[in-house]
């Protein structure tokens, strides 16, 4: 079947206006993944055409059935096919959602990540605050920011106003994990 050209995704425009590339799935030869996140069969399999396939969710997560050449059918995650066949996952690494948004699939909206930095990027537990690695310090009465980096958990000190105390977890993420840090507070795209 006929690709068109590839454009990596910049996020300057909506992705559904992209050209799509279609390639294989690795490991099911019957079926193709598209750069914006979409499965299809590209062979007639036990009497039905080639269409697109309809995702549901598992785990809040875009999943299909897949078959392989041995009549094995197996669930797939969406974006792992996509991360195989786009970006070069591999068994030892993770798709992280740059975005956080889990039915995103397309290219641009993912990244390959080692367990390590996907779990950098989590978003935060509720606790006393609202923000990440900010909590409440009833002794003190003073909000107190913290980091766990480098097997370590490094204070980052008290604050009198919780939002001060976010803005510092954040300056020390971006210091320690770079993109994949979680920010309270990203920056503005302009």
């Known amino acids: 079947m006929a690709c068109e050209v590839f454009v990596p995704y910049d996020g300057s425009v909506p992705p559904d206006t992209l050209p799509e590339e279609w390639r294989g799935c690795v490991g099911f030869p019957y079926y193709q993944v598209s750069s914006r996140g979409r499965v ?10 080639p269409n697109v396939l309809k995702p549901w969710l598992r785990a809040g997560y875009l999943t299909v059935d897949l078959q392989r050449e041995d009549g094995q059918r197996r669930r797939e995650y969406v974006h792992r096919l996509v991360g195989m066949a786009f970006l070069g996952l591999t068994k030892n690494h993770q798709i992280d959602h740059r975005a956080h948004d889990r039915t995103n699939n397309t290219v641009g909206a993912i ?3 080692t367990r390590a930095e996907n779990m950098r990027n989590l978003r935060s537990r509720v606790h006393s605050s609202r923000y990440k690695g900010v909590s409440w310090g009833t ?5 107190f920011a913290c980091i766990h980096a480098d097997h370590r958990t490094r204070s980052l000190g008290l604050f009198d106003d919780e939002i001060a105390a976010a803005k510092a977890y954040d300056r020390a993420a971006l210091a320690a994990w770079g993109e994949f840090a979680f920010l309270n507070f990203p920056p503005v795209e302009r």
């Open 40 to 49: 299809r069969r590209c062979v007639t399999v036990r009497g039905r055409p």
């Open 111 to 113: 990244r390959v990540a």
């Open 139 to 143: 002794r003190q009465r003073k909000w």
